[in-house]
């Protein structure tokens, strides 16, 4: 009976390996996830229609409110990671993140059902309507539901990775290979997820209103809670530490900038470090001193033999664990761009579709929001082909045993979403010609469909379908294979970290756009609800410029990351009492 080092079982007893953990427990884990996905990315591309065309909000309010509630609910994953890591751990935070999305979602089905809560219905897009905006008392019953839904998507994005890696044992080889399966499992289980709720959710919250939608989004989410909890006899449980490793990350730059007026030793033998004896832990989790970075060397300055304070006196292996992540920052910031593409398509993009003739054939029309599923659909087929067929076709020339390496995989990603910006454009500019030339410029989205298919919004979709599928698995296995040991489990919340500033930076650049451009227009590119006088097309030209100074800055800043592995090691340091 082999047991699994620092994990337990649901009983609280050490876990064993082929009883507990492995891909039959992962397998509940991923279906969780799918379901979670399932009930709330209708939400992502179809709030901007409900904030619009039920609450009444401008376009570019909604946008803001939908940007600002992703950007929030990726960026709360951090603090929902550092609470699992130090209080109740990973299980137990996917439960609760479950049940708090679950009252979220609950809440938004009671707003959108009784039209006490709502405004009355009216046509926004009507320049003759005066629509009634949404009272200042449920205005809040809407935050509260939105952000706790927000809450529980940071929680179980912290909390649902970390966990199914948790199944797995990266030291033994076979176990090591299913974890990398299981990363790829997760992507799919987002696809098979966003299938269903791009096509028949979408549907219901068109045709058959939002209270539907939501209500229904309300069920997937308590089945997210049951198939958690079916697993709970099969899992190999983390066992919550009583502190994190970010919190040990953020000690280390707070005793830097403490130590800031102490001299470094000569010799960094002198630096801070416990000692390797049989109490304390083992080779793999002492990281040698290096020479980058030295200013974060104080924070393990010794002035004093006493018990050390933790925000003052850091160890040499924490200090270094700082120094990979501080490297790791630049990669980090040159994904940031991509989301702010992202953020368009799940906005504007949607806004264009609204305009568009929808038919598909005969009497059946395709949901503007349910465009997205174009690059789903294609990244289901995809993801199993790349892992089983084009990896190992690269690996053979290139030697790499990820077919590229991630720095590679996350480039080509990223000018691919310059691309897709750029082709955003030149639709929006033949989507705004058609409307001047058949003089509907000033027609009614929905009701006045111009005469040019929404298909030709696939393009756009499609080239950044691919982008996803190339930067954010790569970024997600990047940060797990360079993260320190300590780092890893918690190592995907730098993915949802850049997701979130991205979208926050989508609603300042709206902003700022409306604010610099609006003396030459009628107050701004994005300005009011007719985006067929708006100038969407300038916008999106401006996303591609900015990308493709992005990918540059990447290219420069990639060139001279080193992968620890080609790292060599400086000199050990001495253990101190």
């Keep these: 009976m082999e047991i699994v080092e620092g994990k337990v079982n649901w009983k609280g007893k050490a876990a064993v390996k082929n009883v507990h953990g492995g891909i039959r427990a992962a397998s509940f884990v991923l279906v969780a996830f799918a379901f979670e996905n399932l009930a709330n990315i209708h939400m992502t591309v179809n709030l901007v229609t409900y904030f619009n065309g039920v609450l009444h909000m401008e376009s570019s309010d909604a946008a803001n409110a939908l940007t600002n509630f992703m950007g929030t609910g990726y960026i709360l994953s951090i603090l929902f990671a550092i609470f699992a890591d130090t209080y109740i751990g990973r299980f137990r935070t996917v439960l609760v993140s479950g049940f708090i999305e679950f009252l979220g979602i609950a809440l938004l089905t009671v707003q959108a059902h009784y039209s006490s809560l709502r405004p009355p219905p009216c046509n926004v897009f009507d320049p003759t309507s005066r629509c009634e905006k949404l009272g200042s008392s449920h205005t809040l019953f809407l935050y509260v539901a939105l952000y706790l ?330 940060f797990y294979s360079e993260a320190p040991k300590k780092l890893k489990t918690i190592s995907t919340c730098f993915l949802w970290t850049s997701m979130a500033f991205g979208y926050y930076l989508s609603t300042i650049l709206v902003q700022l756009v409306n604010r610099a451009t609006k003396d030459g227009t009628r107050g701004g590119w994005l300005a009011g609800n007719n985006i067929n006088k708006n100038h969407l097309n300038f916008f999106y030209m401006l996303l591609c410029f900015m990308s493709l100074v992005n990918f540059i800055i990447y290219l420069i800043v990639s060139r001279f990351y080193k992968y620890r592995s080609e790292k060599k090691n400086g000199p050990q340091t001495k253990a101190s009492s």
């Design 149 to 478: 839904v927000a809450a529980g998507m940071g929680g179980i994005k912290a909390g649902v990775p970390s966990h199914g890696a948790d199944q797995f044992d990266e030291k033994d080889p076979q176990e090591a290979k299913r974890m990398s399966s299981f990363f790829n499992g997760l992507l799919f289980a987002v696809c098979i997820g966003a299938a269903v709720s791009l096509t028949l959710f979408v549907w219901l919250d068109d045709h058959k209103g939002f209270d539907v939608g939501f209500g229904v989004s309300t069920i997937a989410m308590f089945l997210v809670l049951v198939v958690a909890a079916l697993g709970w006899p099969l899992y190999r449980i983390h066992v919550a530490q009583g502190t994190s490793a970010i919190v040990e990350i953020i000690q280390v730059f707070v005793a830097a900038i403490r130590n800031r007026n102490l001299q470094l030793p000569d010799n960094p033998l002198d630096l801070y470090e416990i000692e390797k004896d049989k109490e304390a832990a083992s080779e793999n989790d002492f990281l040698p001193h290096s020479d980058v970075f030295s200013f974060l060397d104080k924070a393990a300055i010794q002035t004093e033999l006493q018990t050390p304070n933790p925000w003052k006196l850091c160890r040499v292996t924490q200090v270094e664990s700082a120094k990979i992540i501080f490297g790791m920052i630049p990669i980090f910031g040159c994904t940031i761009i991509m989301t702010l593409c992202l953020a368009q398509l799940q906005t504007f993009s949607i806004q264009q579709a609204l305009t568009m003739d929808t038919k598909v054939v005969g009497s059946f029309h395709i949901p503007p929001a349910s465009l997205p599923i174009i690059p789903v659909i294609f990244m289901i087929i995809i993801v199993p082909c790349y892992d089983q067929i084009i990896v190992p076709l690269l690996r053979k020339f290139t030697g790499h045993v990820t077919g590229i390496t991630h720095l590679q995989r996350i480039g080509v990603g990223l000018i691919l979403s310059s691309i897709s910006m750029a082709t955003a454009a030149i639709m929006e500019v033949k989507r705004k010609s058609v409307a001047r030339h058949h003089n509907m410029v000033d027609a009614l989205p929905v009701l006045q469909p111009l005469p040019i298919s929404v298909f030709w919004l696939s393009f756009q979709y499609f080239i950044f379908g691919i982008a996803d599928m190339f930067t954010y698995v790569g970024l997600l296995e990047f």
